[in-house]
């Protein structure tokens, strides 16, 4: 039932955690939130949530999808892998404390790889996009 904490269907353990709540997650399309805390490894000195943060964000909204798919039918959740990262678009960093809410959708699977499209809002204002590769190992 969703929404739901995505502690068990992340690899990722905290601090690495860059994801809290799976909205939403189907074959087409998964929605996340997390709420940036400071001891966030990807926080910078500054107390913005970095690029690559954003980039995690994203690829980690992925994980949770497919985490979710793996776990509902009783089995191991896999690791994934990013392959490659196109079409980056970073609007604005967000800051400690921010609730981002990402959304991924699938525009193609081909064998173990998934190509997803991904955009971050904060605050009803788009932050960040992209688009990654994603292998899974199964």
Same mark, same amino acid.
């Given at each position: 039932m969703l929404p739901i904490s995505t502690t068990d269907l992340l690899p990722q353990k905290a601090p690495f955690t860059m994801v809290d709540t799976l909205l939403v997650s189907n074959d087409q399309s998964i929605e996340t939130t997390f709420t940036i805390p400071q001891e966030n490894p990807m926080v910078n000195?500054?107390? #913005? *949530? !970095?690029?690559?943060g954003l980039i995690e964000n994203m690829a980690q909204s992925?994980?949770?999808?497919?985490?979710? #798919? *793996? !776990?509902?039918?009783?089995?191991e959740v896999p690791v994934g892998y990013i392959g490659a990262v196109k079409h980056v678009e970073i609007v604005q960093l967000p800051k400690v404390g921010e609730q981002?809410?990402?959304?991924?959708e699938t525009k193609n699977r081909i064998g173990n790889a998934s190509i997803v499209a991904g955009k971050i809002y904060s605050e009803n204002r788009l932050v960040a996009s992209c688009e990654l590769t994603i292998f899974v190992n199964n």
């Open positions: 000195d500054e107390g #913005f *949530f !970095t690029e690559g992925t994980a949770a999808g497919s985490g979710y #798919f *793996f !776990t509902s039918r009783g089995e981002l809410h990402t959304f991924m």
